[in-house]
């Protein structure tokens, strides 16, 4: 569904660009440019107001976060800007199979299982994919729908993906997580009844817990809301506010050794998590990168290769 709708907007968007020179050009060229060019550039302004938003949310209340200078802003700014083009523009609507999974078993290696997040696709992770083929890792990464319905109507694929890494290795796979690709890993583990409460207590769900995932890294992932989703309508939007019902239900029933199992990575500049601190969860293995934005950190050099030794060790 993504790949469909992202590819109807870039056609539509050429279209109504060449609409609008066909009928401006005669009266205005400076004027005809004029709208094809705010046409083509609206993921920058849709970025922009993203950091706009930024620096109007509600600021941390806990702990010292590096401020972020506004030079910082605009060179992440950019950098998310040319991002969105590469992945939205190109990758995802036209590229969704370009790389196959991998799920071929090698000796004593967990596999891995991407889940991507809000308006992705299997796409996002190329290069991950790439990276792990060049380590030997078994990679699945897992398109989720639908789009816009609940975050609990994703858990089916999620399920598929995970039961067919395991099968294929013969171990618990690692969970790696984007953005609300996160949320979808703690809403199948509940799913699947390593929580407190379903048929047992504490030690149970831990037991549960070790058989379904070797480890789950989560990348700027909502664990307690954003506050930018206030401006969210669709039902998934609604559930990553700041402590909403959802989040609430999710995260009374977890049990405790979920948290040790977990390595969360969040940024001081994350234009979509808002406050910083909302992509930590208590207890876990909770890693700073300074001044990267939301879709930018997930392809730093340095933090994925911290993720293919965290795959390896697994």
């Known amino acids: ?30 004027l005809a ?6 046409l083509l550039l609206f993921p920058a302004w849709s970025i922009g107001l993203q950091f706009i938003c930024l620096l109007l ?24 800007v040319g991002w969105a083009y590469r992945i939205f523009g190109w990758r995802q609507p036209f590229r969704t199979h370009a790389l196959a999974d991998d799920v071929a078993a090698r000796a004593g290696q967990a596999g891995v299982v991407l889940v991507h997040g809000y308006l992705c696709n299997r796409a996002f992770w190329q290069p991950w994919q790439r990276l792990f083929a060049a380590h030997g890792i078994p990679c ?23 039961q067919r890494m395991a099968q294929a290795t013969g171990r618990a796979p690692v969970l790696i997580g984007h953005s609300m690709g996160g949320l979808v890993i703690r809403a199948w583990l509940r799913s699947r009844g390593a929580a407190v409460g379903q048929g047992g207590g504490e030690a149970q769900a831990a037991q549960r817990l070790q058989a379904l995932v070797a480890r789950v890294i989560t990348l700027a992932t909502p664990h307690h809301g954003t506050w930018i989703a206030n401006f969210s309508r669709s039902v998934n939007g609604r559930q990553m506010r700041l402590d909403s019902d959802w989040l609430r239900r999710l995260r009374a029933h977890e049990p405790q050794a979920l948290a040790a199992r977990m390595t969360c990575w969040y940024s001081n500049c994350d234009n979509l998590i808002m406050p910083a601190l909302a992509a930590t969860y208590p207890g876990a293995d909770n890693r700073l990168i300074v001044d990267q934005a939301h879709v930018e950190l997930v392809f730093d050099p340095q933090l994925m290769r911290q993720c293919v030794a965290l795959v390896q060790r697994a």
């Open 1 to 30: 569904m993504n790949a469909r709708w992202q590819r109807a907007a870039i056609f539509g968007g050429w279209g109504l660009a060449l609409a609008w020179l066909w009928w401006q050009w005669p009266q205005s060229p400076a």
């Open 33 to 38: 440019l004029g709208g094809v060019l705010a």
């Open 57 to 80: 949310a509600p600021r941390d209340t806990m702990g010292a976060l590096p401020r972020v200078s506004a030079w910082t802003l605009l060179r992440a700014f950019l950098a998310e």
């Open 140 to 162: 699945i990464a897992v398109t989720l729908e639908p789009a816009w319905g609940s975050i609990d109507d994703c858990v089916p694929d999620l399920d598929a993906a995970v």
